[in-house]
């Protein structure tokens, strides 16, 4: 069978996404992702497992300095066989660092050392040596970049977290628009439901946050009636003596 | 010489089977995978993805009635003829066979997330049909050609 076909079956036994931002849940769940995900080969399974241990959010270690983690996320990619992969897991670390160059530009940080490892990717010296720039110098490589800014100086977190998730989703629809049944559409598949989760579990955070002040504005006005019938209990039960 | 030149005409013959076969195998097998990746995710419509998944078998049988209009003593005079029209004729089967299974794949696949498409969906293996069919139609129009 030709490797462009290597994964028919399992492409075809996942259910298709909708919209990110439409999305109320992912299409199916993670368990079920992960049982189909068995039937990848073994290589292609480490090569899956080392792009998430590179870009999830939940295998990063928030500790150690920033040095370290450029250096384990090179050792971690280095280790990746697939290419598409590789060039998938270095985009992703070098968006990442474009905004933490906006957020700490923004904290008001001077320019890094160029000396120190700060960040990850072929930009890096760029960003420093145009640390004074808006955008670095890099708004015809990265268009969405002075949006983002904006976004961020006008301290509109979830704007901006809605602009790069749509980013990565355009990203990865575009570089997935040449594979159908091959490892490379199994990558972009898993990277768009890992969107998806995030972005519905943070509708979620959302629903819950308001949840929450819906239920303290409530208890703080049945308090109030609480305590009004308490006092009016008390002056019955003081006329009712004085009588 | 003569013997070479006679065996070509056996490979012509029994060539426009055997490659419409090859194609038939290959594409029943990549729509047989998507069929059966589709009924894993759906709960109905299993008997469609399975009929579409059976279309590269055509070939096969093109091959074979090919082959039969070929079918005559193969003789150094016959023999370049069956060699060309069986031998080309079965490279065209077999290509349609594994590319109308890729088409019959994805059609599966689209017609999973839309039901509503299921016809449309299945032109583009309908198209790759009609030239194996062009194929086949003129293989034995000219097979009546062939000198004895």
Redesign the interface.
Known sequence: MQSADRYLTLLTSLPAHGSLFGATQTPLSRLRLEMRLRWLEAEDAEDLARLSAVVDWYDQRFGIDDETVVRQAEQRIAEIHNDFVRELARWRLEMRTLVAALRLRRDGAPAPSSRRRWGFGRWVPQITRHWGEPQFRLERVFPWLPQARRLLDSGDALGLERLLFGTVWTHLERIGAEHYFDFEAVVVYVGCWDLVARWTRYEADAALARFDDLLDVTLAGAGDILVDAGFAALDDATEEVAA | MNELVVALGWAGMYGALALGAIGSIIGC??AG??????M??TETGLGRYLGVSVMPSTGVIYGIVIMFTLQREVTVTSAPGLFGIGLLAGIALLYGGVLQG?TC??A??AM??KPEIFGLSLAPAAIVEGFTVFVFVFALVLAGNIPA
């Open positions: 097998a990549i995978q998507a069929a059966i990746g589709a894993v995710d890729r794949a994805s599966i696949q999973k997330v």
